[in-house]
């Protein structure tokens, strides 16, 4: 079989652009090459695993896990299904992050919940003087989220537990966190690939915002003076994050929108 009927018969599967990437890693061809030679044959092997690829993604298994890897601001990032793929929503919390970075000569940071570690890796990189840690409660995900800051040279210190569990006694002047915040049997849940992800990275299991309750509650403690809490929620939970902010003794809790506008990133200083 050629490159070129290889990509018709995927296409009358999946979708073009996943049926052209998947053949791209399958066979190790550029996007030039598929253009240019379509009439190249497609060993044995590399057929084999693409056709296998296509079928896993016409069931609906997201390309990300299949390839194992994905971007992240213009990083790849190797993806397990212990790990949630990247969004690029979680952008707008990188920006706010480093907009927030105080002008302390060793700014300490620590990114709850880190999952792939795309908060942490990137905060670390792009900000070399804070000091970052990561925590998350999942051994597969830390073990993902170490992977990635070596790969990447990201300097990263993980630790494994729930929330503000290993951090006794600790203070940071940036909390950052993207937590499971889709309510328990919303029906986002069921489509686009989401129930092959880690339900634990998604959901709380309960009402949305029980792990944005728990960070909030734990932050103060975990603060210098001055210090920031920013941490990614729903597009329906800007109002409550800021109330729980507010509860909690924050000044001025603010939220922020994603690309497409809706409310994506709470948070306030201490
Ligand atoms: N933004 C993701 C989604 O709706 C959820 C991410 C999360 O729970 N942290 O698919």
């Not at 002047?173 to 993207?178: A, P, Q, R, W």
Request: proline share 7%; glycine share 10%.
């Amino acid at each position: 079989m050629t490159l070129g009927e290889a990509l018709t018969a995927a296409r009358q599967k999946i979708d073009r652009l996943d049926a052209r990437l998947l053949l791209q890693y399958a066979t190790g061809c550029t996007h030039t090459d598929l253009l240019a030679r379509p009439e190249m044959e497609v060993f044995g092997p590399a057929h084999a695993q693409f056709a296998e690829w296509v079928d896993r993604r016409a069931a609906g298994e997201p390309l990300a896990y299949l390839v194992g890897e994905a971007e992240f601001r213009g990083r790849v990032f190797m993806v397990s299904p212990d790990v949630l793929i990247p969004r690029p929503e979680t952008e707008v919390l990188i920006e706010l992050a480093l907009a927030r970075l105080p002008g302390k000569a060793r700014p300490r940071l620590i990114d709850l919940g880190t999952g792939s570690g795309i908060v942490a890796v990137s905060l670390a990189l792009e900000c070399p003087q804070a000091e970052v840690s990561a925590v998350d409660l999942s051994k597969g995900a830390i073990s993902v989220a170490r992977n990635n800051a070596g790969r990447l040279g990201a300097n990263v210190e993980f630790r494994e537990g729930s929330w503000f569990a290993p951090l006794a006694g600790e203070k940071f002047d940036l909390i950052v966190s993207n937590p499971p915040y889709v309510a328990a049997g919303d029906p986002h849940l069921a489509l686009d690939g989401l129930p092959f992800e880690p339900q634990m990275a998604l959901t709380d299991g309960a009402d949305g915002l029980d792990c944005i309750r728990a960070i909030v509650a734990g932050a103060a403690a975990h603060l210098n003076p001055g210090g920031w809490l920013l941490f990614e929620h729903g597009y329906d939970q800007g109002e409550a994050s800021r109330n729980l902010l507010a509860a909690a003794g924050f000044q001025s809790p603010f939220t922020h929108p994603d690309l497409a506008g809706l409310d994506r990133v709470s948070g306030a200083q201490l």
